[in-house]
C-alpha cells in the first residue's frame, strides 16, 4: 500500500510540476542570461567567463566576469565595476590582458593573476585593435589605426569631414591605415612593426617571435576583399613578402611550432569560388602550399594547432549539428571526437590541450559551460546552469530532424518544431522560417523564438534548402545564378511535406525571415499566394540599386551572375520588388536604420511599391540606431512584438495582445506617482 501511495505522490508531483510550466514569451527570451567570452588557464585549473545580464532601465546589456575553479562550479566575481574585454591569458599564466576605454580610446590592461588590479599599459593615440601574446609573455602585438596629425584634428574638427568614397583607406565609409606594434611588459615601449599605408586584417606571430604572418589590403573598396594577401614580416625588416597572389580571401592564420610554416583558412587557392572554407598549410619559406581539410565535409568554424604541431582540433558543423574534430596535418586523416546531437564547441584549450573549455547546447538546451579532459570527452563537467528557468519554468517545442525531396528529387534537411500538445489532425497554424545566408544553416542549437511560436500554437519549419552551408560544396553551390528559383522549390516542398502528413493547416501558414531569409520570403510571396502573411527582415527587393549600395561581390560571383549592366533582366527577374504587382500577402517589413549588408532602402522601395499598387496590407518599422543584428533590447522587444502581432492577426484574425513587463508596468507606476 505505502508503495502505491508513493508512485501516486510521484505522479501527482510530476504532473503538477508539468502543469506549472508556462509557454516561453518574447520578454522571456530578452531576459535570457548570455554566454560571452570564456577561457581556461594554460595550466587547466581555473576557468573566467563573460555573462551578459539584461539592463533594461539603461536599454542595453551588461557583461561580468566570472573566476571558478575548473573542476567546480562555484564562482565569484572576478573583475570590478570597470571591467573590461578581450581577456587573455599570458601564455605563462602570470598576467591576464583585457581592453578597457581610456579617452574614448581602447586600451590595453594587465591584471596579475596572482593578485592586485589591473594596470594600464598602453596609451596608444589611436586605441588598441586585435591583439596577441608573444609565447615568451614578454610582449603583446596589436593593430592600431594610424591616427590623424593635429592639423588634421583641427581642420576636420572645423568641418573638412569631406568623405573621398573608395579612395583608400576610405570605403564606401571612413577608414584608415593600419599597422602592427609590439610592447614590451616591462619597459612599456612600443614598436611599429609595419610602416606601409595597408589595412592590416589578421595576424600572427611565430613561436620564436621573429616573424609575423598577415593579411593586408592596399585598398579598402566594399567587395574587394579578394585583394586581401597574406605577408610575412621578419621582425626588424620594413619589407614585408608576398606570400599569396590570388583572388581569394584568407584568414584565420596560425604558425606551426617549426616557425616555417602556417595555417590558413580560404575557400580556394586561386579565385573566390562558392565553396566551404577548407585549412591550408604553407612553408612560408618557398611559398609551398596544401589542402589538409579536403576529408571534412561540413563547414569549419574554428581550429587550434596541437602544441606540437601535428595536429589540428577543430570545431565543425555538419549537417544541422556541430561536433569536435581532429585532422592530422601530416597524413590529412579526420578524427571525429564527440558524435553529440546538437551543437558541441571548443570555446579555450590549457596549454598542452589536455583539457578543454567547452560549450554545450541543443534545440531545447541553453547553451553551458564545460570543461573536460580532451580524452575523456564524454564526461565533461558542467560548470555553469545561467538560465535555469529555461528548464524548470518553460514550456519549449518538441522537435524532429525532417527530411523530403525537392522538385527535382534533392535531398532537403530541416527542423520541424512543433507545440508538445499537437496533434496531427491539420489544424495547426504553420509558420515557415528561412535562415539568412544564402549560405546560412539551421542547426539543433537553442534558438528561443522558436519556442515562442510554438507557445502561440504554431508548428514550424525551418529548412536548409540548397544554397545552405555545412551539407558539402554540392549543396552550397545550388543556388548558384538561381536565387529564388530551386531554393524556393525546396520550401515549398517541405510545405507540402507537412500537409500530406496532415501535421498543418494549408489555410492558416505565415512565412518569416531575416537578411537572405527576408529576401527569399520576399520572393515567395511574389510566386505564391498560399501564406496569408509574411514578415521580411533586413532585407533587399532590387538587386540593381543595392549593387551600389550594400555588397554586390556573392551577387555577382555566383547568385544572379554578373553586373546590372551586362544582365539586366537577371537583375530584374531576380529582384522581389519587381514583381510587386503579384503580391497577394499582407507583408511587415523590419529593418535598422543602420544597416549596412542590406541597406534600409530596400525595405522601402517594396514597402512603398505595396503601398501604391493598393492591393495588400503591409506596414515598414525603421528602428533606429540598429544594424543588421538588433542590439538595444527595446528594440529587439518592439521588433518581435510587431512581428507576432502582424502573424497573429493575418494568419488567424486575432487582434493580438502582447504581454506586459513588469518592470515596465513598475515604471508606469512610478511615473504615475510623481
Do not use: C
Not at 560549450?359 to 541553453?366: A, F, I, L, Q, S
Request: aromatic share 12%; hydrophobic share 30%.
Amino acid at each position: 500500500m505505502k508503495i502505491y501511495l508513493l508512485l501516486a505522490i510521484t505522479f501527482l508531483f510530476t504532473i503538477t510540476a508539468t502543469a506549472q510550466k508556462r509557454a516561453m514569451t518574447t520578454d522571456d527570451i530578452i531576459n535570457m542570461n548570455q554566454l560571452n567570452s570564456a577561457m581556461i588557464s594554460p595550466d587547466g585549473e581555473s576557468v573566467i567567463f563573460g555573462k551578459s545580464e539584461l539592463n533594461w532601465g539603461e536599454n542595453k546589456r551588461d557583461t561580468k566576469y566570472y573566476y571558478m575553479p575548473a573542476d567546480s562550479g562555484r564562482s565569484y566575481q572576478y573583475l570590478g565595476e570597470k571591467g573590461g574585454s578581450d581577456l587573455k591569458y599570458s601564455p605563462d599564466g602570470s598576467y591576464i590582458s583585457l581592453k578597457r576605454t581610456t579617452d574614448e580610446k581602447a586600451q590595453l590592461y594587465l591584471l596579475p593573476t596572482a593578485g592586485g588590479e589591473a594596470v594600464q599599459l598602453t596609451e596608444h593615440d589611436s586605441g588598441i585593435g586585435n591583439y596577441e601574446w608573444g609565447a615568451d609573455s614578454q610582449s603583446i602585438y596589436f593593430i592600431a589605426a594610424v591616427p590623424k596629425t593635429d592639423d588634421e584634428k583641427k581642420e576636420y574638427e572645423a568641418g573638412y569631414d569631406h568623405l573621398f568614397v573608395d579612395e583608400a583607406p576610405h570605403g564606401q565609409t571612413e577608414g584608415e591605415w593600419n599597422n602592427i606594434w609590439q610592447i614590451d611588459i616591462e619597459s612599456g615601449e612600443e614598436s611599429k612593426l609595419t610602416h606601409n599605408e595597408m589595412r592590416v586584417g589578421e595576424f600572427s606571430v611565430s613561436k620564436d617571435q621573429k616573424r609575423i604572418a598577415y593579411t593586408a589590403r592596399f585598398e579598402n573598396r566594399r567587395n574587394q576583399q579578394y585583394k586581401s594577401e597574406i605577408y610575412l614580416l621578419e621582425v626588424g625588416d620594413s619589407t614585408a613578402v608576398q606570400l599569396t597572389d590570388n583572388e581569394v580571401p584568407e584568414g584565420s592564420l596560425s604558425w606551426l611550432p617549426d616557425n616555417e610554416h602556417i595555417i590558413f583558412s580560404a575557400a580556394d587557392d586561386d579565385e573566390w569560388e562558392l565553396k566551404q572554407n577548407a585549412l591550408w598549410q604553407m612553408n612560408v619559406d618557398d611559398k609551398s602550399y596544401r589542402n589538409i581539410s579536403g576529408s571534412f565535409p561540413g563547414t569549419i568554424r574554428s581550429y587550434q594547432v596541437s602544441e606540437d604541431g601535428s595536429t589540428v582540433f577543430l570545431n565543425g558543423t555538419y549537417r544541422t549539428n556541430s561536433n569536435i574534430y581532429s585532422i592530422d596535418i601530416s597524413s590529412g586523416e579526420l578524427k571525429q571526437h564527440t558524435d553529440f546531437k546538437g551543437s558541441i564547441f571548443i570555446v579555450d584549450y590549457d596549454k598542452y590541450q589536455n583539457r578543454i573549455l567547452y560549450r554545450k547546447e541543443d534545440v531545447t538546451t541553453p547553451p553551458d559551460l564545460y570543461t573536460a579532459h580532451f580524452d575523456d570527452l564524454e564526461n565533461g563537467t558542467r560548470l555553469t546552469d545561467i538560465n535555469p528557468m529555461i528548464r524548470d519554468s518553460l514550456q519549449l517545442a518538441s522537435f524532429d530532424i525532417v527530411e523530403w525531396e525537392s522538385y527535382d528529387g534533392l535531398e532537403i534537411e530541416g527542423l520541424y518544431y512543433y507545440p508538445e500538445e499537437l496533434e496531427n489532425n491539420g489544424t495547426a497554424p504553420f509558420l515557415l522560417h528561412i535562415h539568412g545566408g544564402p549560405a546560412g544553416v539551421f542547426t539543433n542549437s537553442f534558438s528561443p523564438q522558436y519556442h515562442v511560436w510554438a507557445g502561440l500554437g504554431y508548428a514550424q519549419l525551418a529548412p536548409n534548402v540548397r544554397g545552405s552551408t555545412a551539407y558539402g560544396d554540392s549543396l552550397l553551390r545550388g543556388n548558384m545564378y538561381d536565387i529564388g528559383g530551386g531554393d524556393y522549390e525546396d520550401l515549398m516542398s517541405g510545405v507540402d511535406m507537412l500537409i500530406s502528413k496532415s501535421a498543418i493547416d494549408s489555410t492558416k501558414m505565415a512565412v518569416r525571415g531575416w537578411s537572405y531569409g527576408g529576401i527569399l520570403g520576399g520572393t515567395t510571396i511574389t510566386k505564391t499566394d498560399r501564406f496569408k502573411a509574411a514578415s521580411l527582415g533586413a532585407m533587399v527587393s532590387d538587386w540593381t540599386s543595392e549593387y551600389a549600395l550594400g555588397f554586390n561581390h556573392d551577387v555577382r560571383l555566383w547568385y544572379v551572375g554578373g553586373e546590372p549592366w551586362t544582365n539586366p533582366e537577371g537583375y530584374r527577374e531576380r529582384s522581389p520588388a519587381m514583381h510587386a504587382d503579384k503580391v497577394t500577402t499582407p507583408t511587415l517589413f523590419l529593418h535598422g536604420a543602420n544597416d549596412r549588408v542590406d541597406t534600409p532602402e530596400q525595405s522601402m522601395i517594396f514597402f512603398t511599391f505595396l503601398k501604391d499598387i493598393g492591393k495588400v496590407d503591409t506596414r515598414y518599422i525603421n528602428f533606429k540606431r540598429e544594424g543588421h543584428g538588433f542590439s538595444e533590447p527595446r528594440n529587439q522587444r518592439t521588433r518581435d512584438i510587431e512581428e507576432i502581432k502582424w502573424v497573429q492577426k493575418y494568419t488567424l484574425g486575432l487582434d493580438w495582445e502582447p504581454w506586459e513587463r513588469e518592470d515596465e508596468e513598475s515604471d508606469n507606476e512610478n511615473e504615475s506617482e510623481n
